[in-house]
């Protein structure tokens, strides 16, 4: 393709990418000539549509994966059907998570238990089966999303704040120890993001937020693809461990 962000020849695993952040990143890194294998949970239809889009759109290949990362049954899943397929991965981004928002003596132990299942072991596991396919060509990158409120918190949010530290901790710690094997590990915490789970703030909540944001806008799921791009491209070769913030300027 000529692109400094060339991505033709590698294999691209997308979780959560039937929609926002998830799905806006399978198109950048397909436009860019990679091969997606998404994934989704709640509609096999979508998923199906998706994988379509990919292969009429970008004239690349495309696979889906339909399972709950959440579940480590699927996980297991996810990765024996990419190896019986393509025997490689290059590219992981771990984009699937879960958000209930609750005030602290409101808080149940389901709802921490299933928050943490998805977005901290979920992030784990994949990052498990992931490595041992990257092992194979001795090259890899790892992509995490966080969140802006897992580095600085928010009220009404500590379980889903909780999980989101967590994912900084675990990129961190995984960094360090797949530097050797050539793999990177870094994460994105994103800000105040045009999504689903946005727009069902209420509007009071939402226009206080927006207020907060120095650029004077709501990022969209395409400013995050960007980043993963970045990350996913061999113009981070040299980059590993780091959590790049892209919130437009929000709590600078």
Known sequence: MG?????????????????GIGWASAQMLAQQGATIVLNGLSSPDLLRQRVDEIR????????????????????KEFY??????????DILVNNAGIMEDNLLGMIGLQN?????????????LNM???TR????????????????????????QIVYAGSKAAVIGVTLSAAKELAVKNIRVNAIAPGFIDTDMVRQLPLNRYDETLQRIKMNRIGTAEDIAKAVLFFASD?????????????????I
């Open 133 to 156: 396919l990257m092992e194979r060509s001795q090259s890899g990158s790892i992509i995490n999303l966080s969140s802006i409120i897992g580095r600085f918190g928010n009220a009404g």
């Open 80 to 89: 024996a059907a990419i190896f019986k397929k393509y025997k490689r991965l």
């Open 56 to 75: 009429a759109i970008h004239d690349t290949d495309a696979d889906g994966l339909l399972g709950d990362v959440g579940n480590p049954a699927a996980i």
């Open 128 to 130: 498990q089966y992931a």
């Open 3 to 19: 692109s400094i962000f060339n991505l033709e020849g590698k294999i691209a695993f997308v979780t959560g990418s039937t929609r």
């Open 112 to 124: 921490i238990e299933k928050t943490f299942r998805v977005n901290v072991t979920g992030v784990i």
């Open 235 to 251: 113009l981070s070769l040299y980059v590993t461990g780091q959590i790049l913030g892209v919130d437009g300027g929000m709590l």
